[in-house]
């Protein structure tokens, strides 16, 4: 399957002295007793056996062994349940002109269902085929012999039995058959397709809670706010960003905020007089932490537009390192981030039984102030992303007092 490969993942996590599962059914030395390059030794069909146990088709495909070699000792990777059952029962009668075979009728049903349900056989696992197949109904047996076609009386003989998969749902394994393909009746999960990363510029601020506004006074010098006691924490000095859905973000420095009132003052005048804002923030901006574009702490690239999304990054490449480098020129070809200070690592979930597909930590070392949480976005394929923050940035913090002494 294209993609990433789980099961390889896994062993290479989880018992990496294994090294790489390589299957070349096309390359085993004999197709009638297998045994090699992922092919199966010989499933026999005992009526007194259960699945798993010698001979069975449960105990061939945990026992393949691959191009190396190597087998993965895992008795466990799948389970087979099997279903036998007599659908008519058999019968022959004899051809009307007497020279010919006779017609026989008569179902017996044998069902395979494969499930690969073990981490080391985790995600979309490749189909399983039929190298080679002499499974059929026994006609030398004394059963069919003395009970089905007995010579004695059906001297011209029986019409050869046929075998054929159940419905179009099916597969078949009977004699002839090989190449037939075991179809899928539910399709191994992962991950595919691509995401975007939505980087909004570093900040520590405080959001006006939805369903709330702020109005600017018709001076344009001050602003009140309709939720009770958000100006409290408040500080002189911070920003205060507002937005008018317009995808243009204002800046401007409180002078001062009055709880009594919920209001606050601006240092400079704002640029549209008693408009109403329902997105609303004040805090402290890192961006521009030399102050190059100005006092707000905003860079010129933040303040054309606070979120910057990725291009289209690829969740489903094998390679490890190709992905840690895709991810990493990604974000770092963000204008707002320094490409020289960004770490990818990438890993497995931590439980495949539960999930499939991987976790790639993103470490920012020469970011300023407090990065934001990113978002992932899913922009085509199938697969759920999300971000949680790992470790927060270390930012000064807090207030501090000076006296003298004499």
């Not at 010919?100 to 080391?120: K, M, R």
């Not at 004695?152 to 054929?164: D, F, I, L």
């Not at 900040?203 to 702020?214: E, F």
């Not at 039984?353 to 990113?374: A, R, Y």
Request: charged letters at 15%; one cysteine or more.
């Amino acid at each position: 399957v294209g993609g990433v490969n789980y099961c390889q993942l896994a062993f290479s996590t989880y018992e990496p002295s294994l090294g790489s599962v390589v299957c070349s059914p096309g390359l085993v030395i004999d197709p009638f007793s297998g045994g090699d390059h992922c092919v199966s030794e010989p499933v026999t069909h005992s009526y007194a056996s259960s699945e798993g146990d010698a001979g069975t088709l449960q105990q061939a495909l945990n026992d393949l062994i691959d191009d190396n070699g190597v087998s993965s000792g895992k008795q466990e990777a799948v389970t087979v349940t099997r279903t036998g059952r007599i659908k008519t029962k058999g019968s022959c009668t004899l051809d009307p002109t007497g020279s010919n075979p006779a017609t026989c009728t008569g179902e017996y049903e044998l069902l395979y269902e494969i499930s690969f349900d073990a981490v080391q056989s985790s995600g979309d696992v490749p189909p399983v085929t039929v190298v080679t197949s002499d499974f059929r109904l026994d006609t030398t047996s004394s059963s069919y012999d003395s009970a089905m076609c007995p010579a004695a009386y059906y001297v011209h003989g029986c019409e050869e039995p046929a075998g054929a998969a159940l419905d179009s749902n099916n597969g078949s394994f009977y004699s002839g058959e090989a190449g037939s393909t075991a179809l899928e009746s539910t399709k191994g999960a992962q991950p595919t397709g691509m995401i975007t990363l939505d980087y909004e510029c570093e900040s520590v601020v405080v959001g006006l809670p939805g369903g709330n506004s702020m109005t600017v006074s018709a001076d344009g010098m001050s602003a009140s706010f309709d939720n009770v006691g958000f100006v409290g924490n408040m500080i002189i000095g911070q920003w205060i960003r507002f937005s008018a859905g317009d995808g243009i973000d204002r800046y401007r420095k409180i002078a001062g905020a009055d709880v009594a009132t919920d209001s606050v003052t601006f240092e400079t005048q704002a640029p549209v007089n008693s408009a109403t804002y329902t997105d609303a923030e004040f805090g402290d901006y890192f961006s521009d932490w030399n102050e190059s574009d100005g006092s707000s702490g905003v860079s010129s690239h933040c303040q054309a537009s606070r979120t910057h999304a990725t291009l289209p990054i690829d969740v489903d490449v094998f390679n490890s390192a190709m992905s840690v480098t895709d991810w990493r020129g990604k974000i770092g070809a963000l204008s707002v981030i320094d490409s020289s200070g960004i770490s990818v690592v990438r890993n497995l979930v931590p439980d495949l039984s539960t999930d499939i597909g991987l976790i790639w930590d993103v470490t920012f070392q020469k970011q300023p102030g407090n990065v934001n949480e990113m978002i992932c976005n899913s922009v085509s394929g199938t697969n759920q992303c999300s971000v949680n923050t790992l470790q927060d940035a270390s930012v000064i913090d807090g207030d501090f007092k000076l006296q003298t002494t004499s």
